[in-house]
């Protein structure tokens, strides 16, 4: 089988880096291509590593659908694959448009809960509305979904009418770390969470119920690892809240798992450099840094690959109890959950989490064996691939009856 994968770029981001690790390990029944369209291209090297194939269509950055459009026709005539998968918004449009014109089957993707109504607090304008109903009225084209999250699927089945047999769920899934994060006799101080620095991930919110607890526990820190276009807003409100001394913005990390199970250190990549140049005036807290607990605020999500990653290693978590995040983990059995934008409930989980080091411990090895259950890459990816089969193997034998 042949398949042409199209997505928006090669950004480190956490459908991108999913794509890299399911592709990474299908048997040799399939042949892939990965297409993309814009000029991000951190996760390039990787790729090739992995032995992927890239096609980079060199569309400049923004939209221009009609050229994108076009490109991706004369490719599909060109490579003639059996199926098309397409992932993220306008990868989707695209993919969607060139199906119809070159009458390849495509399989879309749902990562994100881009619709629901906590999504609309941080989109504002026609552009949005626009957004929305040309992704409706494409929304017919994709012969099968697949969902990272039994709560996207539902989702999706209301604010695009998709229809719930077309869906099949497969999970995010991680690498198996060689072992898990040693627990800590000291007090829990150090909480770290990753991710790009936009509203909806809700890292406000996390700063907010910081500033609470602070009064009582003035040595506790909070390092946010990541980038993003609301930077200025959490900076500005880390100063407003004299949080400056306490809480981090370092910036991307190479390796979440590795600030995970050891911690970080001045050697640790930030924003792609071999130092810590790019994180003062944090070097000496970044040197010193070991993490006791991970936080997970966001608004809304697909089905996160960083709460996973803190699931495999064994860490202690604190997240939103947003669907998403309720189909990994469980309140009080293998985190901590309060509801989402609620920093005070949140300051209120963290002080509890603190009073009883126990309890941390004994959650953290519980969410590691869950996410060995049910998150494996290797588990993942055979799915995935077995999904593709048989959409596949169904469409040949139906080919073969009209002939």
């Known amino acids: 089988m042949k398949l042409l994968l199209t997505q928006d770029a090669l950004v480190n981001a956490g459908a991108e880096r999913s794509h890299l690790e399911i592709l990474y390990r299908f048997s040799q029944d399939i042949e892939v291509t990965v297409v993309y369209f814009y000029p991000k291209h951190e996760l390039k090297e990787a790729y090739e590593k992995a032995d992927i194939r890239l096609i980079f269509l060199d569309i400049p950055e923004s939209y221009h659908f009609v050229k994108a459009i076009t490109k991706l026709v004369r490719l599909i005539k060109q490579e003639k694959p059996d199926l098309l998968i397409s992932c993220l918004w306008r990868a989707d449009i695209i993919t969607r448009m060139a199906s119809l014109l070159t009458r390849v089957p495509l399989v879309g993707t749902l990562v994100n809960d881009s619709y629901a109504p906590i999504a609309w607090k941080d989109k504002h304008g026609l552009k949005y509305k626009l957004v929305y109903w040309l992704d409706r009225l494409t929304a017919e084209i994709p012969i099968h979904w697949i969902a990272n999250a039994q709560a996207l699927a539902d989702s999706h089945v209301k ?71 609301f930077r200025k807003q959490l900076e500005t409100k880390i100063n407003s809240l004299g949080l400056s001394n306490s809480v981090f913005l370092p910036g991307k990390i190479a390796d979440p798992m590795k600030v995970l199970l050891r911690g970080y250190s001045p050697e640790a990549t930030v924003n792609g ?40 290693a064994g860490m202690p978590i604190i997240a939103s109890d947003i669907p998403m995040n309720l189909e990994a983990v469980n309140d009080q059995e293998s985190a901590l959950i309060y509801p989402v934008g609620n920093s005070q409930v949140l300051a209120q989980k963290i002080a509890w989490l603190q009073s009883d080091p126990q309890l941390a411990k004994t959650m953290g090895q519980r969410a590691r064996i869950i996410a060995l259950e049910r998150f494996t890459i290797e588990t993942i990816a055979q799915t995935y691939e077995q999904i593709l089969h048989r959409i596949f193997d169904f469409r040949t034998k139906k080919s073969l009856k009209v002939v």
């Open 273 to 312: 450099q071999q130092s810590t140049d790019n994180c003062p005036p944090f070097t000496d807290h970044c040197s010193l840094f070991t993490p006791d607990c991970f936080l997970f605020p966001s608004w809304y999500e697909g089905f996160s690959g960083a709460l996973v990653e803190a699931m495999m």
């Open 159 to 229: 604010t695009l009418g998709i229809a719930k047999e077309k869906i099949s769920v497969v999970y995010r899934g991680r690498p198996v770390p060689a072992q898990s994060r040693p627990h800590k006799t000291e007090p829990i101080k150090h909480f770290i969470s990753f991710g790009r620095l936009l509203e909806r991930k809700g890292f406000q919110d996390a700063i907010e119920a910081f500033a609470q607890i602070l009064p009582s526990n003035p040595d506790c820190t909070l390092t946010i690892f990541g980038e993003g276009p």
